[in-house]
């Protein structure tokens, strides 16, 4: 609709709620030790006790779930996840929870059991930085973007943690994990604007 204001032309445009790009993060905390919920029967069937992740991309692939009825470990993979809510994730029904030595693909991933939490993170030049304390993944395709580095208590007293993103990972191997120096590649302290 135009309105004409004394020779000046304004457009009104219908009002529409603005559109972002939301990119949910979560932290390794608030994906371990909760409950798988069925669809089906309203009801928890397991309880996540681990990650499945895939060091060569950095992805989570699937959970370590203790079985509600059972006891015995299966694994959720994450394309079997149907929400992420605050109580813990949402699946179709307990069928989809599978026994490690059913999924043939990940067969490799399972066998090699990678745990980023702890592991050393040291700078191209051999400058060590530290260990990873925490993780965030965006929830939509379960990619870690972030890992959190404790420093140590000296330099954690002065410095404190840094957040080092996804693309400043220069190397991942069993022992540690080995990043970009913090002056070519922009790695940020925590609690400064990335």
């Known amino acids: ?14 009002s529409r ?7 949910m993060l979560k932290l ?23 990650l499945l992740l895939n060091p060569n991309n950095l992805k989570i692939e699937g959970f370590y779930c203790e079985d509600r009825f059972s006891k015995q470990e299966l694994i959720l ?32 991933l399972i066998k090699l059991d990678f745990v980023l939490l702890g592991k050393p993170v040291a700078t191209i030049s051999k400058k060590r930085l530290g260990k990873v304390v925490d993780f965030a993944t ?13 420093q140590g208590l000296i330099k954690g007293l002065t410095g ?19 990043v970009n120096d913090p002056l070519d590649s922009g790695a940020v302290r925590a609690g400064a604007v990335a």
């Open 1 to 14: 609709m135009i309105v004409n204001n004394t020779s000046t032309e304004v457009a009104l445009l219908p």
């Open 17 to 23: 709620p603005l559109l972002y790009n939301v990119i």
């Open 28 to 50: 390794s905390e608030s994906l371990l030790d909760k409950p798988v919920m069925s669809l089906r029967t309203g009801q928890p069937v397991a309880t996540t006790r681990g």
């Open 77 to 108: 993979l994450y394309q079997d996840i149907r929400d992420v809510i605050a109580q813990g994730f949402v699946i179709n029904d307990h069928d989809v929870l599978a026994k490690p030595d059913d999924l043939v693909r990940l067969r490799e």
């Open 138 to 150: 965006e929830i939509e395709t379960m990619y870690i973007q972030k890992i959190y580095v404790s």
């Open 160 to 178: 404190g943690g840094l957040g080092i993103d996804r693309n400043q990972i220069n190397e991942i191997t069993d022992r540690k994990i080995i």
